[in-house]
């Protein structure tokens, strides 16, 4: 079964630290893949996708993503970041169906000020 | 601004009494979908409307059942909650056709089983 794991479960870092949170993916075929961000209290949005192309992917609040095939890994980055970007993040696949998202347990990140 | 509204947030039942969430969207969108959420584990696919074609995932409890009524309204009736049932529901739409796989999502419905 097709399955998106997240690395870490807690990440606890100071504002302007670098960010890198870690998504590999298990299915080998064609992939869709996205970013998704919890902030407290409010509906997971949209960080940034990819579906071909160019593997470094651009997102909204500076994050970006790069889709590495060869080692089935989509990892969050951002250079610098805020107090704000406090949430959880999900990374996901599309089903081999393409009708549903396989979600990753999530990681909490927490940005001190 | 266009959206996925689901009500109650949160919602409180007792165990085995029947309870129904709902969902509506002002996007237009031909896909709705219901995702389960238990603490500290990610969100799973219960079921989704592609219109009005209703598609159950495999491995989803016959407790659970959906209605569609519209293109803006989906409906996730839990038959008989029981303790395991506790859990954030999700509602999100996607459409279908443009190669746009993106999901929006509600804020959720937090449901209690005393």
């Known amino acids: 079964a097709q399955s998106v794991s997240q690395h870490n479960h807690h990440v606890i870092l100071s504002e302007a630290a670098s960010l890198e949170l870690g998504c590999n993916y298990s299915?080998?075929?064609?992939?869709?893949l996205f970013w998704y961000v919890q902030y407290p209290g409010q509906h997971l949005q949209l960080l940034l996708k990819?579906?071909?192309?160019?593997?470094l992917v651009k997102g909204i609040k500076g994050f970006e993503a790069e889709f590495i095939k060869s080692k089935f890994s989509f990892n969050l980055r951002k250079p610098s970041v805020q107090w704000s970007d406090t949430a959880e993040y999900f990374c996901a696949s599309l089903n081999q169906a393409g009708t549903a998202l396989i979600f990753g347990k999530g990681t909490t990140l927490s940005v001190s000020s | 601004d266009a959206m996925v509204i689901q009500n109650p947030r949160y919602q409180v039942t007792q165990f085995g009494k029947p309870v129904t969430l709902s969902c509506s969207q002002t996007l237009n969108h031909n896909v709705m979908y219901w995702y389960q959420q238990k603490s500290s584990q990610a969100p799973k696919l219960l079921f989704h409307?592609?219109?009005?074609?209703?598609?159950n995932e495999a491995d989803t409890p016959d407790n659970f059942q959906s209605r569609r009524p519209n293109t803006s309204f989906c409906f996730l009736d839990i038959r008989s909650p029981g303790l395991g049932d506790a859990a954030m529901y999700l509602c999100?739409?996607?459409?279908?056709?443009?190669?746009?796989?993106?999901?929006?999502f509600g804020p959720g419905t937090r449901l209690t089983v005393t």
């Open positions: 299915y080998g075929g064609t992939v869709n």
């Open positions: 999100a739409t996607s459409r279908e056709g443009t190669g746009d796989y993106e999901q929006y």
């Open positions: 409307y592609y219109d009005k074609d209703f598609n």
């Open positions: 990819y579906f071909s192309g160019d593997p």
